[in-house]
């Protein structure tokens, strides 16, 4: 279904096939996050600090990404003003103290019916203390608003955006409904505006091999540093979602392999270019060996940590 078609119409058929593909969604409360929790990152400055990280309840993102399962956690209706805040101030409440912040709202940050403008003063307000506030955002709706919400904070703001792969007919096939030049423009908006950016790229997302996954993975790495992102978190792609189950089955989609995963984050490190970081949620799926899973995941998360390649695990499963 994806030819003889222009770009709306695809989309259009797109989404309607992707959300006919899933199941329910999970139930939230739209004044309490759906989960908060504190890890270490290794910061802009190379040092290991805690960030806290409010997964807000929100309404579906606009756009229905073929590979995207952060709808089960979402609902089909906008928060009302004073909703986003209350989440916020429940998670701070019982969180530990972090100088860092991430808000994910499974969407953009900057979509009005995700977000209400009129929220960003009081969650200015309650955010004061934090060092750093990251955000995420499609490509497309990075504009002023990014500079209002910026200008109420009183450290530094910084935008995630998903890139996902710069093989642009997959990227197209993906949903996305943006370009390579949509997110160039986007990451240059905010380098003009002092505001940074991270990308978010997916390892081995549908209609690739191995071998293609961790090439386009790399060329993706490459890109953002070029275009001015300050930071890359590699994904690997998962099931579950739905429409993701049935490319498995109909062979357009298989699970990358652990191994795919450090090689990306050692190429990524060898630039340096800026953080790269590994996404280490799940790491069991993407391996078939119980001996060197806990090994590989720990090396992964030292090297998240640390912006360093670290030894190798070596394990009888390396020559099968």
Avoid at 16 to 22: A, E, G, Q
Avoid at 221 to 241: L, W, Y
Wanted: one cysteine or more.
């Amino acid at each position: 279904f994806f030819q003889s078609m222009n770009e709306k119409d695809e989309s259009v058929l797109n989404s309607n096939w992707i959300v006919s593909s899933r199941g329910k969604k999970n139930d939230i409360d739209f004044r309490k996050p759906y989960a908060c929790l504190v890890e270490k990152e290794c910061t802009v400055h190379k040092k290991i600090e805690d960030t806290a990280i409010i997964f807000l309840s929100n309404k579906e993102c606009s756009f229905k990404c073929l590979m995207c399962d952060l709808w089960k956690n979402t609902s089909d209706n906008s928060v009302s003003p004073g909703d986003i805040p209350a989440q916020i101030e429940w998670a701070l409440e019982r969180l530990p103290t972090a100088k860092h912040l991430k808000l994910y709202n499974s969407g953009s940050f900057f979509d009005e019916r995700a977000i209400p403008e009129v929220d960003y003063e009081r969650i200015a307000a309650l955010i004061k203390n934090f060092e750093t506030v990251i955000v995420e955002s499609h490509p497309k709706l990075i504009n002023d608003k990014c500079l209002r919400f910026r200008d109420m904070l009183q450290h530094e703001l910084e935008i995630a955006i998903g890139l996902e792969t710069v093989n642009e007919d997959v990227l197209l096939k993906l949903n996305k409904q943006m370009t390579l030049e949509n997110f160039s423009n986007s990451v240059d908006f905010l380098l003009q505006n002092e505001i940074r950016s991270r990308a978010f790229i997916l390892l081995r997302p549908p209609f690739m091999s191995e071998s293609e996954g961790v090439y386009w993975a790399k060329q993706s790495i490459d890109f953002a540093f070029k275009v001015g992102v300050a930071c890359c978190t590699v994904i690997p792609v998962r099931a579950g979602n739905g429409a993701m189950d049935q490319l498995m089955k109909n062979g357009n989609f298989s699970l990358p392999n652990i191994n795919s995963l450090e090689t990306v984050l050692e190429y990524g490190l060898e630039l340096n270019a800026g953080r790269v970081f590994a996404d280490v949620w799940d790491l069991e799926l993407f391996s078939n060996c119980e001996k060197c899973i806990t090994e590989r995941t720990n090396r992964l998360t030292e090297m998240n940590l640390s912006q360093k390649i670290e030894n190798k695990v070596s394990c009888s499963c390396d020559s099968i």
